[in-house]
């Protein structure tokens, strides 16, 4: 598993770009992207008199933020131990900030740590015309993309089937929805070609503006995108000019040494914007999660942060800072090392006990990351009302495929299994259930036909 | 109250997440269901085991490895259940809302992000939009890319005057537009206590006169209160609430632990009718997921710990604290600045509202002359619905500035004017 690692940090020199079209020298333009809602949204007058700050005498006098009083704050000291029973302790200071108002876009110190990372990891060719913030988890950072991005009568590319919580997202927004088939590595580009062509020819007032997708294990399918894919799907988004929203909460829990390059890695031309979690790796709770891009497009996220939470959880950043700076980049290492592992057992489990179960019953993709199994039921057309009607009964529950598709009212013979919080035991007896409930519920509909 | 009057179409859309729901059935399942439905990370793996907080006044907060999983891992989009139930038995006790039954609560990343979601909830662009002239920025941020269609309700050194109130909603009959949906004023914003900026408060009987007329709009009140513990004076002499006096099931309420435990944690809480509670639930859902877990348990140990009484204590220790500070600024601003500005004493929060009659607009003169005075405030310009008009007003803070700056602020303050 360190190998991987090394991998991943030795991935930076690497630049096959095979279909995609040189730099651009010149910034893209990006008003063209941004909704009218968002177009709309200004910097407060606080900040910009913040501004003044810059450069004041020490002499000057400072009657203008409404920052609480901090002695008024009630919490002195904090330490945390952490696995192996290492103690931090909050320095005064780290802790002040920690319970204080701060700047939107994330705690300075941990901004700065996090961008020598991804410069690190993915040495964007942009890097200098790219910026990072901090995100209230890295799902709040997508929402406020979409929200920045889409005008209603545009039109947004999802893979079919996608993750359901963006599906939901998109529920609300109702933009409209260019769905695209995916293959055992996501997103098929010939079928994103001619959906494309489809909305362009359409006569919409709408332009396609973005394309999200999940290239590393794949929430629900599991599946992890070769990087000549990758390439090809850039090359289309230069096409048809749009934004790539790379959702990778999941790159860390990769369990073989065929480490891909990331959207990031790759964006010539300053499209990508990049989200990242700390959820699978140091804490889902903590809700901190960080965004990578162009200026323009972090803008408009930021301004509806400010507007919204005012700033991410200062607490949340300053442990995770404080942590990071702990372990350095080999504990750093040593700790993905130590998850992969884990999930790596967890999965191997998993796929003994679907083949001890599940052969000839359902199929599946053994997948080389993440947490999740999508699973096809080989005799059934849906799976949708034996998992919410009779699974509970069968002492087995996962979600029906259904969910994750973006017509939910298409009958789907699929079905997404967790495998991060059950125990190689649960698993088993899991699956037996599950094939109790699959054979019962083929008898009941072969007792209707 | 039909509730859907009141919704965006986008708000309208919003659906649960299935994943959600299907977590809940965790909650009435056998001990033998092996449940693979959620796609919760494994909390072992979290690098955080333990952890303890020192308080000032030397006690400590112990959060035990099984406590340190509750701060680390995803929760319910509501809220941490201790904590919830701690703030509804809170509100409850503190405002009794006459129609509690049917009302909600849900922990948010702090009370503006409720704010946030409730405005989104309800505000398409253009529309109407009644609230407290001058108002809070923040308020204004939040509705500026929707280009409403204000209705600033101006105010004395009591508040919002509900003459003036009547007077901007005059255009149309009552009857005529209680169920209608478009092109008719439905959101009121009002900050009751210590308002940001003019740090006055509303007394009982205008906040009754305002409900009333809400009531007879047929509007929504968002009641956004982050200073009700840091009003001066004794705390059973605190106006009530406008949940207090909410027989039609109206209002939202916004409250905040910002000014008196912490503003990094990211903690503030909404109550309100459960159909929109819902709406700000389901969108929570969908973006942030929930209040950060660690924030939400460390201010939940410490009502434990505190228990009421220790928790109005401190709350009163905090009001103590801004009182000094507000008498220190008011010496200061007499010393310096008594021929040159007016003011009303404010009566709680942490906000002095000069008024300069002598200059037609402070905009300019402190965002182009302050510095070399070494003093900045805000002008008024920037609490203002119409932003174009001039103001003669402007806001300084007095929460953490030292009584000697005060005097300092006040002289070079003085210096600028004139």
Known sequence: MLIACIVIFKYMNSKTLLCIKGANIGMMDYSKFISKLSSRRKPSCISELRRALDNCSPSLVWLASGMPNPEKFPFREMTVTLEGGKKLTLSKETLSAGLQYGPSHGY??????????????????????????????????????????????????????????????????????????????????????????????????????????????????????????????????????????????????????????????????????????????????????????????????????????????????????????????????????????????????????????????????????????????????????????????????????????????????????AYSCVTPEEMMKGMENLAKLIQKEIELQSTHT | MKYSRFLTQVSRNRQPSLIREMTNLLAQASPELVFMAGGLPNAQMFPFQAGSITLKDGRALTIHPKLMMDCLQYGPTPGYPPLVKQLKDLTQQLHSPPRWAEMDLIVTAGSQDGLCKALEMMISPGDYVVTQEPCYTGTLSILKPYKPRYLPISGDQNGMCPEALKAALSKWKPEEVQ??????????????????????????????????????????????????????????????????????????????????????????????????????????????????????????????????????????????????????????????????????????????????PKIHDTWDMILERALTKNVILVPGKAFMCDSSKPCQYMRAAFSIVSPENMDKGCKNLAELIS
């Open chain 1, 108 to 417: 300075l110190p941990f901004r700065n740590q996090l961008k020598r990372m991804v410069e690190q990891w993915h040495a964007p060719p942009r890097w200098a015309e790219s910026d990072l913030i901090v995100t209230v988890g890295n799902q709040d950072g997508i929402s406020k993309a979409l929200d920045m991005l889409l005008d209603p009568e545009d039109f947004i590319v999802v893979p079919d089937p996608c993750y359901s919580d963006f599906l939901c997202m998109l529920s609300s927004l109702a933009p409209q929805i260019v769905a695209v088939s995916v293959d055992d590595q996501g997103m098929r580009p010939d079928i994103l070609q001619s959906a494309l062509e489809k909305a362009i020819s359409s006569g919409s007032t709408g332009i396609p503006k973005a394309l999200y997708l999940v290239p590393n294990s794949c929430n629900p399918t599991g599946t992890n995108m070769g990087e000549e894919r990758r390439q090809e799907i850039y090359a289309i988004a230069q096409q048809y000019d749009l934004i790539i929203l790379e959702d990778d909460p999941y790159c860390f829990l990769q369990f073989n040494d065929k480490y891909l390059p990331s959207f990031l890695s790759m964006d010539v031309d300053g499209r990508v914007l990049r989200f990242d979690s700390f959820s699978k790796v140091v804490s889902s709770g903590l809700r901190i999660g960080f965004v990578t891009g162009p200026p323009p497009l972090l803008q408009g996220i930021t301004l509806h942060m400010q507007a919204s939470c005012i700033c991410p959880p200062m607490l949340s950043q300053v442990l995770i800072h404080e942590l990071l700076t702990s372990w350095g980049d080999e504990g750093f290492k040593k700790h993905i090392s130590d998850i992969c592992q884990f999930y790596k057992e967890q999965r191997d489990a998993m796929i003994q006990a679907l083949k001890t179960h599940l052969t000839g019953i359902c199929e599946w993709i053994v997948p080389e990351g993440g947490i999740f199994v999508w699973l096809k039921v080989l005799h059934l057309s849906d799976t949708s009302a034996m998992l919410l009607e009779r699974g509970a009964k069968g002492d087995i529950v996962l979600v029906p495929g259904r969910e994750f598709m973006v017509d939910s009212t298409k009958p789907s013979p699929y079905m997404r299994a």
């Open chain 2, 179 to 356: 169920d209608t949906e478009k092109d008719v004023p439905k959101v009121l914003y009002v900050n009751p206590n210590a308002c940001n900026p003019t740090g006055v408060s509303l007394p009982e009987d205008r906040r009754q006169e305002i409900y009333k007329i809400a009531s007879e709009y047929n509007l929504i009140i968002l009641e956004d209160d982050p200073y009700y513990f840091v009003q001066f004076g004794d705390r059973k002499d605190f106006p009530p609430s406008f949940l207090s006096m909410d027989v039609d099931c109206r209002v939202i309420r916004f409250d905040s632990f910002s000014k008196i435990l912490s503003s990094g944690l990211r903690i503030g809480y909404v109550t309100g009718p459960k159909p929109l509670v819902e709406r700000i639930v389901l969108h929570a859902q969908v973006s942030l997921l929930h209040a950060p877990a660690m924030s939400q348990v460390l201010v939940s140990e410490l009502l434990k710990l505190w228990g009421d009484e220790g928790f109005f204590k401190h709350t009163d220790a905090v009001q103590a604290f801004y009182l000094d500070q507000r008498n220190a600024m008011l010496e200061a601003a007499e010393k310096h600045l008594s021929d040159l500005c007016e003011w009303a004493v404010p009566t709680g929060g942490m906000f002095l509202w000069l008024k300069v």
